[in-house]
T-cell receptor, first 107, second 115 residues
Framework: AQRVTQPEKLLSVFKGAPVELKCNYS??????LFWYVQYSRQRLQLLLR??SRESIKGFTADLNKGETSFHLKKPFAQEEDSAMYYC?????????FGAGTTVTVRA | NAGVMQNPRHLVRRRGQEARLRCSPM?????VYWYRQLPEEGLKFMVY????????ESGMPKERFSAEFPKEGPSILRIQQVVRGDSAAYFC?????????????FGPGTRLTVT
């Protein structure tokens, strides 16, 4: 069965500092991985997906099949990055989510 | 496009009552998914429906829970005889198709509290 683990519940960084959110997964097949973000009082929205290999709002994530990881990174955090971040894996149509990491960016 | 709509946003029920959660997918979307989020946990898949059909309900508790997506109107998640353990946030998502490349768009969720 697929499983997604986000080991950090809370992450606090200063504005301008790098931020990295960890995500590890277990899945027997070829995974399709995503990062979702939920800003305060807003709905869950897709941030990026590994198959696109793109940078969104300065965030990137690389799939490392050897380490079964899909960590999310941004070199210079901004205050507007404060939000809840969820890593997710899709199997067929089902999304399996990690428990989420709350990121707070301090001025 | 207004996005996925869910109502009510907050629902309080006493133990033993019924809870009805509604989800209107985005315009043009015929695929609906329900997820549940218990406190301190990630969202967990419950059921996948297309118009008038339940495709996969493997994540739904066998008793008291049911879902439908009629030809006309919103998708309904019904919980009968609610218990305290049903207290959670219930999210609905919709997509125009199924498979790689089709993003699921989420609604704001319904927060159910059972007293």
């Amino acid at each position: 069965a697929q499983r997604v683990t986000q080991p950090e519940k809370l992450l606090s960084v200063f504005k301008g500092a790098p931020v990295e959110l960890k995500c590890n997964y277990s899945y027997s097949g070829s995974p399709e991985l995503f990062w979702y973000v939920q800003y305060s009082r807003q709905r869950l929205q897709l941030l990026l997906r590994h198959i696109s290999r793109e940078s969104i709002k300065g965030f990137t994530a690389d799939l490392n099949k050897g380490e079964t990881s899909f960590h999310l990174k941004k070199p210079f955090a901004q205050e507007e990055d404060s939000a809840m971040y969820y890593c997710a894996l899709r199997h067929d149509y089902k999304l399996s989510f990690g428990a989420g990491t709350t990121v707070t960016v301090r001025a | 496009n207004a996005g996925v709509m869910q109502n009510p946003r907050h629902l309080v029920r006493r133990r033993g009552q019924e809870a009805r959660l509604r989800c209107s997918p985005m315009k043009g979307h015929s695929h609906v998914y329900w997820y549940r989020q218990l406190p301190e946990e990630g969202l967990k898949f419950m059921v996948y429906l297309q118009k008038e059909n339940i495709i996969d309900e493997s994540g739904m508790p066998k008793e008291r829970f049911s879902a439908e997506f009629p030809k006309e109107g919103p998708s309904i998640l019904r919980i009968q005889q609610v218990v305290r353990g049903d207290s959670a946030a219930y999210f609905c998502a919709s997509s125009p198709g199924q498979g790689v490349g089709y993003e699921q768009y989420f609604g704001p969720g319904t927060r159910l509290t059972v007293t």
